[in-house]
């Protein structure tokens, strides 16, 4: 698969490595927080290549409302226990776990990637029915590798206050 790179802004001239973790914290409403660090993974580029390259990308589609529509963006799923595709993913795991670990109580498990291909690749509203995010409060760590993309959070239900930030390289929890 041809990644089509559009180089981030942010550290894509280093050797592939992480930076100490020091997030700046965000508080939103409920007790809900997000967590920011821009430029967390040095040589952002060079894994972009090699996880569009490598991973075994699948697409997929979903029930949604009354029809069955293509998920607008690739997927790959790793299980616990099943070994990430490249072995700064796996850093960026050990060093998030040891990092949440009193908030937490447990390290993080899988990893979910999403490959965004184009600016018509996104996700729309959405919250967690299924799964353990459908009964318990859930944390969710991001690495955001490639082109800047937004993420935009709001409160289950609506209303509430909104969050809205623009990143190349950063990590969101």
């Not at 060079?46 to 293509?70: C, G, H, I, S, T």
């Not at 700064?88 to 060093?95: E, G, Q």
């Not at 908030?103 to 799964?131: K, N, Q």
């Not at 009964?135 to 082109?147: C, H, P, Q, Y």
């Amino acid at each position: 698969m041809n990644p089509g790179l559009q180089s981030s802004l942010f550290d894509t001239q280093g050797a592939l490595s992480l930076r100490p973790l020091a997030p700046e914290r965000t508080d939103l409403d409920s007790g809900a927080w997000v967590d920011i660090q821009p430029g967390w993974l040095e040589g952002a580029d060079e894994l972009f290549a090699a996880l569009a390259e490598n991973v075994p990308w699948q697409a997929e589609k979903r029930k949604m409302y009354d029809r069955v529509v293509a998920v607008p963006r690739l997927l790959s799923y790793y299980r616990e226990n099943v070994p990430l595709p490249h072995p700064v993913l796996t850093a960026a795991r050990d060093a998030l776990s040891r990092h949440y670990s009193r908030e937490l109580r447990e390290p993080f498990r899988t990893a979910g990637l999403c490959y965004y291909r184009d600016g018509r690749d996104s996700v729309a509203w959405h919250g967690d029915r299924i799964g353990r995010g459908a009964r318990e409060d859930t944390m969710v760590a991001i690495l955001s590798v490639g082109a800047a993309r937004t993420l935009a959070l709001r409160p289950r239900g609506g209303g509430g206050r909104r969050w809205r930030a623009r990143w190349g390289t950063a990590i969101c929890s």
